[in-house]
């Protein structure tokens, strides 16, 4: 999904860290059980569970409560539904975390496809909503969207023509073509 905002193949790395330094904050903040008690409104609660690793957070705390002494009864699949006994604000359970992680994930999914085909793009030349439906696309010279990758093939078109070898590169694959032929039936 970041793909769509991010136009530097070389920004990934960036945004990629930041988005797991957010999600180690948060995992910091829940220490205070943020805002899995009586004192958030329901209102915290449901922004603060749609980003994925806050639910696992809470999931992995209330695990740790209900195994963390010998006469904890522990939490099995049939009683997941079920408080702890020892958790006397409970307002979320292991239930309710797989419902929200399953809810989630297919919130993520469409907003990433909706996001990912909101660009500018053409479902009859990607071969529809996954890329995985239709017809191949014919071959053709296409320039590459991300501006990094364009520099360096303009470095490259640059070096070729002029005949410079960059002594840094060992190996140099250029003119690679993917060729899908279609079988008759």
Known sequence: MLSSFITKSSSSTTASFSIFMLGFVAQIVMIIEFPY???????????????????????????????????????????????????????????DIYIWLTTTFFLWFLVSIYFDNGRGAKKVEEGGICSCIGYAPSLEDITPDDEDVLQEEIIIKEQRKEGVADPNIVVQTCGLVKNIQEQQI
């Not at 957070?57 to 539904?81: G, K, V």
């Open 37 to 95: 008690n009586d004192n958030f409104a329901d209102f915290y609660r449901i922004i603060w569970s749609l980003f994925p690793p806050n639910l696992l957070a809470r999931a992995l705390r209330l695990l740790a409560d209900a195994t963390s002494t010998a006469q904890d009864q522990e939490i099995s699949w049939s009683r997941r539904a079920e408080c702890a006994l020892n958790d006397l604000e409970c307002v979320i359970t292991i239930n």
